[in-house]
């Protein structure tokens, strides 16, 4: 049974900062894993996805990795913006269904 | 080629009401799934639908609720009788073959509220 968790809850950071978001997961038979934004009362935006062959994905400002040997992934966000403030979710499949981690909370200040 | 699409986008229902969400995948795409987000918490998987087919209903509740993707026309999430602990996000993605190697699309979410 998968399960994924995310470390750290919330997180609070000046603008122009460097941070990391991290993903664990437990079976790390996986196909791929994707990374989700939501804003607040809004849906879900992917991100990135990395297929297991990956080891990482970029798009913009945006890193992720995928371990898959460690079963982790990590979201990176370079010079952090106030827009990027929002829920960010990690999903990684079980069959044909996704498996959340509960999210982390981002705010950064301006 | 538009998105996962999802109707109402907000839902008030009394309770023991019956509450009928729409979701029509993207153009191509013929697997949906629906997820629920209760307030405060993650987003868990309910059911997957291909054509005609549940694929997997694990996640749904054993009452009142039912999902179909008939051949024509979007998927219908159908909850009976609701009751406030319905009160949630409930959302719908589809993915073009199997989102074992596939990305999950998602849609903007229903919300519905029961009072």
């Known amino acids: 049974k998968q399960e994924v968790t995310q470390i750290p809850a919330a997180l609070s950071v000046p603008e122009g900062e460097n941070l990391v978001l991290n993903c664990s997961f437990t079976?790390?038979?996986?196909?791929?894993l994707q990374w989700f934004r939501q804003d607040p009362g809004k849906g879900l935006t992917s991100l990135l996805l990395?297929?297991?062959?990956?080891r990482e994905q970029t798009s913009g400002r945006l890193n992720a990795s995928l371990d898959k040997s460690s079963g982790r992934s990590t979201l990176y966000i370079a010079a952090s913006q106030p827009g990027d403030s929002a829920t960010y979710l990690c999903?990684?499949?079980?069959?044909?269904?996704?498996?959340f981690g509960a999210g982390t909370i981002l705010r950064v200040k301006s | 080629n538009a998105g996962v699409m999802q109707n109402p986008r907000h839902l008030v229902r009394r309770r023991g009401q019956e509450a009928r969400l729409r979701c029509s995948p993207m153009?191509?795409?013929?697997?949906v799934y629906w997820y629920r987000q209760l307030p405060e918490e993650g987003l868990k998987f309910m059911v997957y639908l291909q054509k005609e087919n549940i694929i997997d209903e694990s996640g749904m509740p054993k009452e009142r609720f039912s999902a179909e993707f008939p051949k024509e026309g979007p998927s219908i999430l159908r909850i009976q009788q609701v009751v406030r602990g319905d009160s949630a996000a409930y959302f719908c993605?589809?993915?073009?073959?199997?989102?074992?190697?596939?990305?999950?699309?998602f849609g903007p979410g229903t919300r519905l509220t029961v009072t």
């Open positions: 990395i297929q297991s062959s990956q």
């Open positions: 079976d790390s038979a996986i196909y791929n």
């Open positions: 999903a990684a499949p079980n069959g044909n269904k996704l498996v």
């Open positions: 993605a589809s993915s073009p073959e199997t989102a074992a190697v596939y990305e999950q699309y």
């Open positions: 153009k191509g795409h013929s697997h």
